[in-house]
């Protein structure tokens, strides 16, 4: 923590407070690929990257932060502007507020947070998108949201082996 | 930082402070981030051209980017297609050559009746607007947020595209396009939770709409048209040409699960591989409305008057009721004043 207003100037630094917010954009670039799938539906493993970082790595993931990546996934998957923006931004607060009543993580307490918020992060996009005068159903919505759940252990492994990376270049 | 003072407890670190002074403005600032997303939504309730605009744009942007992402699934997708043609090629052989052999009898019956029904629209001197090719283009899906099925196309404002003309692959109708950018444009497919197609039924000729789900399937909403029959599984859907925004006739979807209710229907056109598309014009575009006198009146095909009527109601058995009298006369001299 304190060595960081030496090395703020530092290139490699810079690039490294990145990395979060550069998974979470592949992850909506990946999203947006035109894959064959079985429902035509994927986890929002973007929106997993995006909690997942706000709990091990608060200070790269600022609210305003996940409010740029939604507005960015808004733009791409061409919805009403400003709905992943609103629920990213929401998401980062909603887990910082976790983080700071609970203590630990064990596995399954994460897992089913995790679940709880892609859940509620999804039935509020459904709403939102209702609201803005869409007639969607609600069963994508529901279904996303149980493979995002489902999508959760190997995307915080992964997200838990980038931060071993980042905390090995740093030192 | 101040010595302690006697008179007033001992005041924090000034590092605490400042961390706790930092998660307050942070707090702050999340709030009023939050804030600007709702107001942003807000506005496009109010105003949805709104948010059209800028994704428009935003299409412009992507394509490319979009383009050489889907190379390798594209690739991946063919080389998967080439393995499964050349393990059931002598079969497919034989099954396409029977087609072909039925197919040939059908064209030269299907050649007849095309000149016999171009005969008839002269006689009639019938005027059916034709289809107009604006653009072609290469889409690409962008497929996997919920409830959301769009494409991006490889054609834009440049090239004539313009918002609600419809879409159409190889395989059959696409969907339509949303929002334009200069060299590119966004599709709506059939399988979005906001797209309505009018259809009809190949077999029957029972008119519908063909709903999206946002899934892979769309929904087949129609009135029963019929006690005896109903749908089955393999029906086909074309377009119906009502609305006047989808040519008639183009393919749709074929129906997969008849029980269901509404039944399920698949698009022909498989939304993660459109390939080529063209982009046509609206079939028929709104009429320009001009001033124009009313028609005149056509005495020799008016409404028979009532010395016809009176005898015909009598003969029935039944004397005309004494309400019906006054009516017949004011028609009568309606029928006159129109004249």
Known sequence: MTDFPRRIGDRGETLRRMVPAGTVLLALLVMALPLPLAWGVMPHVALLFVMLWASIQPRLMPAWGAFLLGLFADLLFGGPIGIWALLFAATVVVIRLIEASTEGHALLFDWVMAGLVALAAHLLAWQLLRFLGSSAPAAPFLAQAALTALAYPPVAAMAARIQLRLAVSAD | ?339
């Open chain 2, 1 to 339: 930082m101040p010595p302690p003072s006697r008179l007033r407890p001992a005041r924090r670190t000034s590092f605490a402070r400042r961390d706790s002074n930092l998660a307050l403005l942070g707090a702050l600032f999340a709030g009023v981030v939050l804030a600007f997303a709702l107001l942003l939504l807000l506005l496009q309730r109010v105003n949805p051209e709104l948010g059209s605009r800028m994704r428009g744009a935003t299409a412009d942007a992507l394509s490319p980017i979009i383009s050489v992402a889907r190379a390798p699934v594209e690739g991946i997708r063919r080389i998967g297609g080439a393995i499964g043609d050349h393990r059931n090629v002598v079969a497919e052989n034989r099954r396409l050559k029977a087609e072909l052999a039925e197919a040939e009898a059908r064209a030269a019956q299907a050649g007849k009746l095309e000149a016999e029904v171009k005969r008839m629209d002269a006689l009639l001197g019938l005027r059916r607007p034709e289809r107009r090719l604006v653009a072609s283009a290469v889409a690409s899906a962008v497929s996997a947020s919920a409830g959301q099925r769009q494409a991006i196309i490889s054609a834009g404002l440049a090239d004539g595209v313009r918002p609600r003309m419809p879409v159409i692959a190889a395989d059959g109708l696409a969907g339509r396009v949303t929002e334009v950018g200069q060299g590119a444009a966004r599709v709506m497919l059939l399988t979005d939770a906001d797209s309505r197609v009018p259809v009809k039924v190949l077999r029957t000729g029972w008119t519908g709409l063909a709903v999206g789900t946002g899934g892979t399937l769309m929904d087949f909403q129609f009135d029963i048209a019929s006690g005896t029959d109903r749908i089955r599984v393999g029906d086909r859907l074309v377009t119906s040409g009502d609305g006047g925004l989808y040519p008639p006739g183009v393919p749709v979807g074929v129906i997969i699960d008849a029980t269901a209710n509404p039944p399920r229907a698949r698009p022909l056109a498989n939304p993660t591989g459109l390939g080529a598309v063209m982009v046509e014009a609206p079939w028929l575009p709104p009429p320009e409305i001009v001033a124009a006198a009313p028609a005149p009146g056509e005495p020799d095909r008016a409404v028979p008057t009532t010395p016809a009527a009176a005898p015909a109601a009598i003969v029935g058995g039944r004397p005309p009721a004494p309400a019906a009298v006054p009516a017949a006369g004011a028609a009568a001299a309606g029928a006159a004043v129109t004249r």
